[in-house]
């Protein structure tokens, strides 16, 4: 039973591969994919395969999932051009034969008005279009968004009012994924992932308790947000796809409300405090 993970070069699928070892795969069944193949050079001194191959070069996806059964489809990071590369994922697992996809996708990505939100919910398409059994992960905010040691000289900013966000530690949404792959078959399609829901008000106020100095929220105008992004450096489309999820998690785009996440891992999630206490360490 051979599990190819993509993105395995990234932190997310290099931990989903981790926690796949820990389940017991043995090393042999596992393949890592992503195009910077040296950063996972490691993984193949311990008998991982790794393959590389880009989501816009249809052979090289085709080369390296052939002859694997299941695929843990980690989402690309290239804003703008995932339809298409994840139609080329979609198309090579299907020339591969391959039995069960679990997707990594984006908060409640069907009713969602959150631009991006509209990548994942066109791959989720494809994927069923595609009639191969697939789980779609709808991973909430990772905690590493926000740069909270920063926060503490500079405050938190953001435009997500009092939406809650369901923070959640990117390992542990990993984690989840490992769970959702090597499980038998497909017992649930989506799951909406995510922890505690807190505002970026609450997110603030954690900061403040657990380190002892002052850390405020500053809730801007998504307009206002953007050009704050620009400022520090932020090219100026993803300044505003950020102020543009922040719009949308202020009307509670960013909230979970499930325990799938509890149900994946079969163990409550980590509470906000201790997710903080690791973000600050
Ligand atoms: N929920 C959230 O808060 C949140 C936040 C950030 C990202 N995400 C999503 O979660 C995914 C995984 O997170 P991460 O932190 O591990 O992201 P990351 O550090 O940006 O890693 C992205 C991974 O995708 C691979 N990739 C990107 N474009 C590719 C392409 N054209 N062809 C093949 N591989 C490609 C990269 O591999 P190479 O560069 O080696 O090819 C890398 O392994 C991201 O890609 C993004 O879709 C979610």
Not at 42 to 58: F, I, M, N, T, W
Not at 78 to 90: K, L, S
Request: charged share 20%; hydrophobic share 45%.
């Amino acid at each position: 039973m051979t599990i190819v993970v993509t993105g395995a070069t990234g932190p997310f699928g290099r931990t989903a591969i981790e926690s796949l070892l820990r389940r017991g795969v043995p090393a042999g069944q596992i393949v890592a994919v992503g195009r910077s193949v040296e950063k996972a050079k490691d993984l193949g001194e311990r008998g991982v395969v790794v393959k590389s191959a880009s989501y816009d070069d249809p052979a090289s996806l085709r080369e390296a999932f052939a002859g694997a059964d299941k695929l843990l489809f980690v989402s690309g990071s290239e804003v703008g051009r995932r339809v298409e590369q994840h139609q080329n994922v979609v198309d090579a697992a299907k020339a591969a034969g391959i039995s069960k996809i679990v997707y990594t996708s984006a908060p409640h990505a069907d009713t969602s008005d959150m631009i991006l939100a509209g990548e994942h919910v066109a791959t989720e398409r494809a994927l069923i279009a595609s009639g191969i059994p697939s789980v779609f992960l709808r991973n909430g905010w990772y905690i590493e968004n926000y740069n909270l040691p920063t926060a503490l000289d500079h405050g938190l900013t953001g435009a997500a009012g009092e939406g809650k966000i369901s923070i959640v530690p990117r390992a542990e949404l990993a984690e989840a994924a490992a769970a959702a792959i090597h499980a038998d078959g497909v017992e649930q399609q989506v799951y909406e992932l995510g922890g505690e829901g807190v505002t970026l008000g609450e997110l603030a106020a954690e900061v403040s308790r657990q380190s002892g100095r002052e850390v405020t929220y500053t809730n801007l105008s998504p307009q206002d947000y953007t050009e704050f992004l620009v400022k520090v450096g932020l090219p100026s489309e993803a300044a505003a796809v950020f102020a543009d999820s922040d719009r949308a998690a202020a009307n509670g785009a960013l909230f979970t409300g499930t325990e799938d996440l509890q149900k994946l891992l079969g163990r409550p999630v980590t509470p906000i405090a201790e997710v903080v206490r690791g973000a600050l360490a």
